[in-house]
């Protein structure tokens, strides 16, 4: 049966009225109210079944007071109305308010029930006794089932909020990860650029122009973290610990995008060499710690790929740069190998950005080592994931 189309406004406007109309015309023909009095207490028996679709709780205690009129006054019509009355709000399919005529219903039939095996004569003990039962007992069976209803209609709307709350944040995630793939790797070159620029410049005027650009270009960076701050924390405690963290997951993922930009960098450029990864994070970057944690080892690896292109020669020079991954640790290995012992330019390694990123990764509890010889280099860093917070 298509309940959807027994929704509809037109049937929710006439099927009741009909029905009603059509009960109203069998009573009529086969069992007739006897007198005004009765006629009116039918009439307005019906005025409060209909109220109970549109006021539920006042139509209900409406329809006892009425329907015991009618049992006092000892007409046998009543129940034949809540009947209809029922048919009518089934086929509107709202079952709630079938509930409440129904409990209507049970009140008033058992009234008339009681009075049927009494003569008028007789005292009216028990009729009155199982209306006041009634007065009793309805407002507690539709108050608590309006309550049960307004619980339900709150959790349908908290679960609709946060289904929309659920859309914007992976949209807002999505945008974010754009942004960061985008821009945030090559911003960061730029900057370690300058910076490199600043120990290598002795004119005054160059050396104020590179620090001025460093300063913009901190700037910058920080104005893009803000960015996709806001894009992923916009909907609370929830999507600020899933949300931001949520774009460097895996981050192995993060660290295999650094090695294949700056292999084909690399190789372009015609220094010989090769970077792998392997192993997996698992769950490591996802606490709100993993953020900062995480950036310091992408920074080195950076800082790794920098020192590969600035200080290898391009056809004489041979690099192998690998990283493991693990739930525990981070390591990272490289090793660069050249024909032509240069000592000075290996010894130039140990300064400047190189030895800020040994010191951090130190004050974050890892580990970092340097092997220097004329014509080989080794590098080794290990940076326990669970020290710096990410397994927390």
Do not use: E
């Given at each position: 049966m298509n309940y959807e189309a027994l929704r509809s406004p037109q049937w929710a406007r006439y099927a009741p009225w009909g029905l009603v109309a059509l009960i109203t015309l069998w009573e009529t023909w086969f069992m007739p109210p006897i007198g005004p009095l009765?006629?009116?207490i039918t009439a307005l028996h019906f005025l409060a079944l209909l109220s109970i679709p549109r006021f539920p709780v006042a139509g209900g205690i409406a329809t006892v007071l009425v329907g015991?009129?009618?049992s006092l006054s000892n007409l046998q019509s009543?129940?034949?109305q809540i009947w209809g009355i029922m048919l009518a709000l089934g086929l509107l399919w709202d079952r709630s308010r079938t509930v409440i005529a129904a409990?209507?219903?049970?009140?008033?039939v058992t009234a008339q029930t009681v009075q049927t095996m009494y003569s008028p004569s007789d005292e009216l003990t028990l009729p009155l006794l199982a209306t006041f039962i009634g007065w009793f007992t309805v407002p507690c069976i539709i108050g608590g089932f309006l309550r049960q209803r307004r619980k339900i209609a709150q959790t349908q709307t908290a679960e609709r909020n946060m289904r929309e709350r659920l859309r914007a944040n992976e949209q807002g995630i999505a945008t974010a990860a754009r942004i960061h793939d985008s821009i945030s790797g090559e911003l960061a070159y730029?900057?370690?650029a300058a910076q490199r620029q600043q120990r290598l410049t002795h004119d005054a005027s160059a050396l104020a122009a590179w620090k001025d650009a460093e300063e913009h270009l901190v700037l910058a960076r920080q104005g893009l973290d803000d960015v996709i701050s806001q894009l992923t924390s916009s909907s609370g405690d929830d999507v600020d610990r899933h949300g931001r963290d949520s774009i460097?997951?895996?981050l192995e993922q993060r660290l295999a995008d650094i090695l294949r930009r700056w292999d084909d960098r690399l190789r372009a450029q015609g220094i010989d060499g090769g970077c792998k990864i392997s192993g997996s994070c698992g769950n490591a970057a996802d606490t709100p710690t993993a953020d900062v944690r995480s950036t310091v080892i992408a920074d080195m690896l950076e800082e790794l790929c920098v020192n590969i292109e600035k200080h290898l020669p391009a056809r004489t020079g041979h690099y192998e740069l690998s990283v493991l991954c693990s739930p525990s640790a981070v390591e990272i290995t490289e090793l660069c190998t050249w024909e032509t012992p240069q000592q000075s330019?290996?010894?130039s390694t140990r300064s400047g950005g190189l030895q800020?990123?040994?010191r951090a990764i130190e004050q974050a509890g890892g580990v970092f080592y340097i092997n220097e010889q004329p014509n080989r280099w080794e590098c080794y860093l290990l940076v326990p994931l669970a020290i710096i917070g990410i397994n927390d």
């Open positions: 009765a006629t009116t015991t009129a009618c009543g129940p034949t409990t209507a219903w049970l009140i008033t730029v900057l370690r460097r997951v895996p330019r290996v010894r800020l990123h040994r």
